[in-house]
């Protein structure tokens, strides 16, 4: 399976916030997550850096 892990960077550590991701896509100062069962999620941020061999993505809170 392709499908990544989201993680949000607070304080520098990493917490998981949506698994199976299948999209990202950039939405209003954020990005939309959806993941392979039709769940969504907005996180307001950017990308802090992309995992593709284990399949993580890392964005971080705007403030």
């Known amino acids: ?3 990544a892990s989201a993680y949000i960077i607070d304080d520098g550590r990493p ?3 949506m698994e199976a991701v299948d999209s990202v896509e950039p939405e209003d100062g954020g990005y939309k997550l959806v993941n392979i069962f ?8 950017t990308i ?5 061999v284990d399949h993580k993505i890392f964005l971080k809170k705007s403030a």
């Open 15 to 17: 917490e998981l916030i």
């Open 1 to 3: 399976m392709c499908e």
């Open 38 to 45: 039709g769940e969504q999620k907005f996180i307001k941020g």
């Open 48 to 52: 802090y850096s992309l995992s593709l």
